[in-house]
């Protein structure tokens, strides 16, 4: 929102912002809100209805309080009271009134300590606590204060630290009130309220981490195009809504757009224009002393090498301070080569050292202070991340910026108990664009993992800077949300607090009566997507005949798409627009691009087989590759009124290496022939030649038969047991289910076959085997079926804390369910000697002799570089064995694993006796995040997910 406002100046030096803006377009009628003293917990918290005694009216009857400020208080704030201004009288529907006389002596006083001269006399005074404000860094307070000056009966005090404090504090009553942060960024309505109340008392707040931000980074085509097309370029314009939206998510920092752009010289007002909202600038990891990268192929001259060209650089970077001038900004120094490349062959401590002597020299030179009086930070990004590891040294005062993978996984974290005066940060990725291939396109991350490895830095002191790259900004709308929320107070975002979050963010966008169901929508198509990114789905990623794979995968998502549809039915028309970017857009879509695929590889399947649903497959692949452009088409034409045009323009189909294609490229397909009349094919759901039923496994399999000729084809079936069930025995093409009459058998193997006859003369033989097994009379027992015995971590049926440390149930961080870890994160290892932390699962297992037992976890990297994290696998009360997942520290296992964004560990142990078992994980090093215990018995079918997990014993 722009600053409009007029200023009338009143007897306290004070000034009332008049702003006569209209209720926003499409928001919902009034809603009557008339009880006195509705219950709102807290101290000075904001909620529907008429105050208690003690309480205030921010809004009475329609009309929302007064605001007042003092003219000479810092111009940034001036800018946000305005914005509170227009966001209270789109949530009164009616201007703000003029004065307090206007407003029934109710005002809304904002200002900074010192800023102020009516909060200053109220804090002299005695009648304002400042206590844990005054002097914290971006710190704010509420505060409810009777008849703090003439003609005020009764007031809300927003004060400040300092501008940004009061700004927060400002944005905080905004989005109490029912204004979200993403008002404009994704059309989320206003909900109108004749009555809003704020409970008496005093409340503050504060950041912990100092400095939190974004990263528009990989910005062509999609928000490149939306830019050019809106603004005519990155201009100050366009980022006045970005600076709004961080702040408003209660950030205050900002690596700008970069490949192509140039933020202070695309448009000399972007820097100023930053200042004066309050937002902190920096360059990104490889744009020292505050020039954009591209500023050396428009100005460089000669090779970007500090050891050849020293003098021009040093030039190039001084020119970068004196623009910064008294901007506040967070500089980045150091060096990478041209291009976000490595600097040079092998590990150049002395030179980086040399650069960063001669970049703080340039400091100091320019701002005339020690360079320490500068806040710096020093990106350990990629190899730059091994200069420090072989010791490179790096001034006190710097802050230390670790940087994940790319992929989610923190590679490094200070040390315990690490102290430095510049402190430690993260680098995170919710965009990339590089090895082993780009993710560009929709949301994919889930705000579980990002707690859990967010959580492991704040335990480990990375307390100075948390940025993280958002590609395009949008459709990083959520994990964004989730990112700055934590980032302002890690402490407060327990698991408990991340747990509910989805839904809390559900219901700020949409309301209370779909937040459920959005919640859930939410969680599942991330959980989904975080499998495996877009642009790395193939028609080979999910099998379609490994544990019926990819029809699972496809249900779910079909189930989701459904669900998506019908909440989008049920949720009034003016949250229409928001949904569909937010949720029902990326659903659809993840969901089409995967169906895309999957009928991709039956088409090549059916191909092979002779099958003429080969041909329709093709044909559904055609449909999909056309629903995916009519999606995009929606997203930039109709959601609205076209606002958001280009903002789905990345490529996502059919990538060959890791850069993407120019265009989406519909996969190659094949047609085949029919042959002549009515000839009857025939294939198992199992790729194979027979059946293998077992007791506690998969109920059904199909047969499926099918045409290969140009005429329908027919078919009879029969078995030669009674116990093996049938769906049907004749008629035409399609699938016919199996299943075992389980109660017609004794334990023990039995067999039998299934005969096909049909047209063309067609005979098939189908062998049956079914090895039924006894009763399990004990409850929670998983038992061994098809080859495996498998369980999600969060099935465990005993936990067994340490001393220091206590299980946790992450929700949903797997890839098909929850995770367990422990926390604190950062507390010592433990031994492997069978007396630690574990986790039980009992297994019943039919045979004895040698296994193989799978620990599915989290992708986690060594991030304290102690040679590997470890944990240890237990068979009963056998020896531990101790598995390190980073013994193997080649680069194309890490591809793998950010590929499948898990690391699979196997260990091998020999099942002496039939019977109960009880395989056991124990923790060693702190931060795994188990997913999966499978006990292999036999050979497995290729599938991507793993096998299904096994059937308990009731």
């Not at 008429?50 to 009309?63: N, T």
């Not at 905004?174 to 989320?188: E, F, I, K, Q």
């Not at 005066?421 to 991350?445: A, C, I, M, Q, S």
């Not at 990623?541 to 544990?547: A, D, Q």
């Amino acid at each position: 929102m722009r600053w409009m406002s007029d200023w009338h100046i009143l007897p306290a030096a004070l000034a009332v912002i008049l702003v006569a803006c209209q209720p926003v377009a499409g928001s919902q009628e009034a809603s009557s809100e008339a009880d006195v003293g509705t219950d709102c917990a807290g101290a000075a918290a904001i909620c529907p209805g008429r105050p208690a005694a003690d309480g205030f009216a921010l809004v009475a009857d329609g009309l929302a309080a007064a605001i007042m400020t003092d003219p000479a208080d810092d111009p940034g704030l001036l800018r946000a009271a305005g914005d509170l201004a227009e966001d209270l009288a789109a949530v009164s529907g009616q201007p703000v009134a003029a004065d307090a006389d206007a407003s029934a002596g109710r005002a809304i006083i904002v200002g900074t300590l010192g800023g102020n001269a009516l909060i200053d006399a109220l804090v002299a005074d005695g009648r304002l606590d400042v206590s844990g404000v005054d002097g914290v860094w971006e710190a704010y307070l509420h505060q409810v204060v009777d008849n703090p000056a003439p003609g005020i009966d009764r007031a809300l005090v927003i004060a400040g630290a300092d501008m940004r404090g009061a700004i927060y504090g400002v944005y905080d009553v905004s989005r109490a009130a029912g204004v979200s942060p993403w008002h404009w960024w994704a059309d989320v309505p206003i909900d109108w309220h004749d009555q809003l109340q704020v409970s008496a008392g005093r409340r503050i707040d504060a950041p912990s981490v100092r400095y939190r931000g974004i990263f528009l980074n990989d910005e062509n085509p999609a928000l490149y195009g939306w830019v050019n097309e809106t603004y005519g370029g990155f201009n100050h314009d366009f980022y006045e809504q970005v600076f709004e939206l961080i702040l408003r998510q209660r950030g205050n920092y900002l690596w700008p757009a970069m490949w192509g752009k140039a933020f202070s010289d695309d448009d000399p007002l972007n820097a100023p224009t930053a200042d004066l909202y309050g937002v902190v600038i920096g360059t990104s990891h490889h744009e020292p002393l505050m020039r954009a990268h591209v500023e050396w192929a428009r100005y460089g001259e000669g090779p970007w090498d500090f050891a050849a060209n020293a003098d021009t650089l040093r030039e190039f970077w001084r020119e970068g301070v004196e623009r910064m001038g008294d901007h506040e900004s967070l500089v980045t120094i150091g060096m990478r080569g041209d291009g976000d490349e490595a600097m040079t062959e092998g590990t150049a401590i002395t030179l980086l050292e040399s650069v960063v002597e001669a970049q703080r020299e340039i400091i100091t030179d320019v701002t005339g202070r020690p360079a320490s009086e500068t806040p710096q930070v020093w990106a350990l990004y990629k190899e730059v991340q091994d200069y420090f590891d072989q010791g490179m040294d790096v001034p006190e005062d710097v802050t230390l910026l670790f940087a994940d993978d790319n992929w989610g996984n923190i590679r490094r974290l200070p040390a315990r108990g690490a102290t430095r005066e510049g402190g430690f940060g993260v680098y995170y990725h919710f965009d990339y664009v590089g090895d082993p291939r780009n993710y560009k396109w929709l949301n994919t991350n889930q705000i579980e993992r990002t707690w859990e490895q967010m959580n492991l830095a704040w335990e480990h002191g990375a307390d100075a800077l948390w940025i993280v790259n958002v590609g395009d900004l949008k459709p990083m709308e959520f994990p964004i949300s989730f990112f700055l929320d934590q980032a302002w107070d890690p402490e407060a975002m327990t698991l408990e607090a991340m747990s509910g979050y989805t839904r809390d963010w559900a219901a700020e966008q949409f309301g209370e009566a779909e937040a459920e169901a959005i919640a859930e929508l939410l969680t599942r198509y991330t959980q989904y997507n975080s499998r495996r990114k877009h642009e790395l789905i193939t028609p080979s990623t999910f099998s379609l005949t490994g544990f019926d794979e990819a029809r699972r995968v496809l249900a779910d998502w079909q189930a989701l798409a459904d669900m998506a549809d019908a909440v989008r039915a049920r949720l009034a028309p003016e949250y229409d627009d928001a949904f569909v970017q937010l949720v029902w857009f990326p659903v659809h879509a993840s969901a089409n691009l995967t169906a895309l695929h999957v009928e991709t590889a039956r088409n090549r399947l059916y191909a092979s087989q002779g099958r003429v649903e080969a041909n329709a497959a093709a044909d559904e692949v055609e449909r999909l590759f056309a629903r995916d452009a009519e999606l995009t088409r929606i997203y930039h034409e109709e959601v609205a009124g076209g606002k958001w045009n280009h903002f789905m323009s990345q490529t996502h189909i059919s990538y060959t290496y890791w850069q993407q294609p120019e265009v989406d490229v519909l996969p190659s397909l094949v047609r085949i022939e029919p042959r002549a009349g009515a000839h009857l094919g025939l294939a198992l759901s199992n790729g194979g030649e027979t059946f293998h039923f077992e007791r506690y496994g998969m109920e059904t399999r199909r047969i499926e038969l099918f045409d290969r000729g140009t005429e329908t084809a027919m078919a009879e079936l029969s078995s030669s047991v009674p116990w093996i069930n049938l769906s049907r025995t004749s008629g035409g093409v399609g699938p016919v289910s199996l299943s075992i009459d389980w109660s017609a058998l004794e334990p023990g193997r039995h067999t039998g076959r299934i005969t096909v006859t049909g047209s063309g003369d067609a005979l098939y033989e189908i062998p049956v085997a079914a090895i039924q097994r006894p009763a399990i009379t004990d409850a929670g027992i998983a038992i061994e079926a098809d080859g495996h015995v498998t369980l999600e971590a969060a099935g465990h049926a005993r936990a067994v804390d340490g001393d220091t440390v206590r299980w946790i149930e992450i929700p949903d961080i797997g890839r098909t369910g929850s995770g367990m870890t422990v926390l604190p994160a950062n507390s010592a290892d433990f031994e492997p000697d069978g007396t630690g932390p574990h986790l039980d699962y009992p297994v019943q297992i039919w045979t004895a002799g040698h296994v193989e037992i799978d620990v599915t976890l989290s992708p986690t990297l060594d991030y304290l570089d102690r040679g590997g994290l470890r944990f240890g696998v237990s068979l009963d009360d056998g020896p531990v064995e101790v598995v390190n997942i980073h013994a193997d520290d080649r680069h194309e296992v890490w591809q793998e694993n950010v590929r499948t964004n898990v690391t699979v560990q196997t260990t091998q142990h020999v099942v002496e006796t039939p019977g109960r078992h009880t395989v056991r994980l124990w923790l060693i090093d702190p931060g795994l995040v188990f997913q999966r215990v499978s006990v292999r018995t036999g050979d497995l079918p290729d599938s991507y997910l793993g096998p299904p997990a096994s059937t308990l014993s009731e």
